[in-house]
């Protein structure tokens, strides 16, 4: 991974975005949904705020041995991590915004919540990083769908700019996984991806089960939902495969993502 690269467009991506304006009446009523929508985004909210402890100790690991073996761009592996969590973390803090703007109440713990956070630190690095950009592929569906269909302005503008930065994200874990993607052998690849379906199969309806009513609410149903999950799955299922069209490759070799819009 181009660290240096990553770096760089973090820090450019800091303070390019217009808050709304907060203090703008809520344009949706409770026959809206807008309770339904709080409480959606003050799950999302609770996401988004880990602290990502366990991740940079795996960074920190992952990092000394990137010195070790002399490999270059990887040094600075800690800091490009540290950026990404600090967007997460920007996104904690809108999303906080957000369901106060539309009366709801922020909560301290869900049970989704709870199975993501045990999950993610059953194994090493690369599988903390897979349960993160599995919540990521949702995340980019999400976002994408109610920036297009949210009855409220404000809610609209927060999930466009979240939605960008979850397909900055998405870039940053397919330059991460394609290294070790390609230097699989054709059965392990094959073996990682059943595994990245079965875990994104179960993840998709969990969150459609808490998240339904909400998005519901809001005209999305569960097709468009889906489809947009496994679209954002299958591109970068694509990407990171060894037979990725040259021209991402290079990008991804000269650090440079091939990016894509949000889910539409
Ligand atoms: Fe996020
Ligand atoms: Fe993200």
């Known amino acids: 991974m181009n660290s240096p690269h990553w ?15 907060w203090s703008a009446p809520c344009q949706m009523s409770l026959e809206d949904g807008r309770e339904e929508l709080a409480r959606s985004f003050a799950t999302f909210q609770l996401g988004e705020t880990g602290g990502g402890t366990r991740l940079m100790r795996f960074v920190r690991r992952e990092q000394e041995r990137a010195r070790k073996e002399g490999r270059p761009h990887e040094d600075s592996y800690e800091r490009a991590f540290h950026l990404f969590l600090g967007e997460e973390h920007y996104h904690a803090e809108i999303l906080a915004r957000l369901v106060h703007y539309l009366g709801g109440t922020l909560i301290r713990r869900h049970w989704l919540n709870v199975i993501f956070r045990g999950v993610r630190s059953l194994l090493g690095l690369e599988f903390n990083l897979q349960v993160l950009l599995t919540a990521e ?10 920036h297009r269909f949210a009855k409220d302005p404000v809610a609209r503008a927060v999930c466009g700019k979240i939605a960008h930065d979850e397909v900055g994200h998405i870039s940053f874990q397919v330059a991460f996984f394609r290294p070790h993607h390609i230097a699989r052998s054709r059965a392990a690849a094959a073996l990682w991806e059943w595994q990245f379906w079965t875990l994104l199969f179960f993840t998709e309806r969990a969150v459609w089960l808490v998240h339904a009513p909400a998005l519901k609410a809001s005209d999305i149903c569960r097709k468009r939902f889906r ?3 496994f679209r954002a799955a299958r591109s970068f299922v694509s990407r990171i495969r060894r037979d990725a069209p040259a021209r991402l490759a290079h990008h991804l070799k000269s650090g440079t993502p091939g990016e894509q819009s949000p889910a539409a």
């Open 7 to 21: 770096i760089a467009r973090f820090e450019k991506n800091r303070g390019a975005w217009q808050e709304p304006d």
């Open 137 to 146: 592929l949702i995340a980019e569906a999400y976002y994408g769908l109610l």
């Open 227 to 229: 489809d947009g999950v």
